[in-house]
């Protein structure tokens, strides 16, 4: 099959219902759909000319609010932190310690989480100093998490992400309302 075949099929000739397969041979008959009803092939041609991405177009998260922004920052560390109780003790865990038991590749995708948190704190406009705090949890989070077993204990105890939303919530209530 050649790119012109693929950008713009060739068409049957009017009046007629037969359509060519990608192997060159004729499908004949209905276009039946899950439920058992036929799909007319102009109904498909105007739904796929109706079909279409529209990349650049904005950030789905740029158009929250910074009370959303912030409500977002904390559900993401209570998961990643405090959503689950040992059964039988008080010892709350989060998909941080869980994700982190997957040696390597697990630390690397919670830490990347993480340092997302503390983008998400700049661009809410949080000073050097309280993103240095931040990027130092993480760091310490993430290199004792490499440490199999103990690090995972240390990620359930340590609670970074936690630790960060209440830094940068401490410095909010400190700025001037606008």
Do not use: C
Request: net charge neutral; proline share 6%; glycine share 10%.
């Amino acid at each position: 099959m050649s790119d012109d075949d693929i950008l713009a099929p060739r068409r049957a000739p009017s009046g007629s219902s037969s359509r060519t397969t990608s192997f060159g041979k004729e499908a004949r008959g209905p276009i039946i759909d899950q439920e058992g009803h036929e799909i007319r092939p102009e109904t498909l041609e105007q739904g796929f000319r109706e079909f279409r991405f529209e990349f650049g177009q904005g950030n789905p998260f740029g158009n929250l609010t910074r009370e959303q922004r912030i409500a977002r920052l904390e559900a993401i560390a209570k998961l990643l932190d405090v959503a689950f109780i040992l059964p039988g003790t008080n010892i709350r865990y989060g998909i941080d310690g869980l994700i982190g038991l997957i040696p390597v590749v697990g630390d690397i995708i919670t830490t990347a989480i993480s340092l997302w948190l503390v983008r998400e704190a700049r661009a809410l406009g949080a000073p050097w100093h309280i993103t240095a705090r931040m990027l130092g949890n993480v760091a310490l989070d993430g290199a004792v998490g490499l440490i199999p077993f103990a690090g995972d204990a240390f990620d359930v105890m340590f609670r970074a992400n936690m630790r960060n939303v209440r830094l940068l919530q401490r410095w909010l209530e400190k700025q001037p309302r606008m």
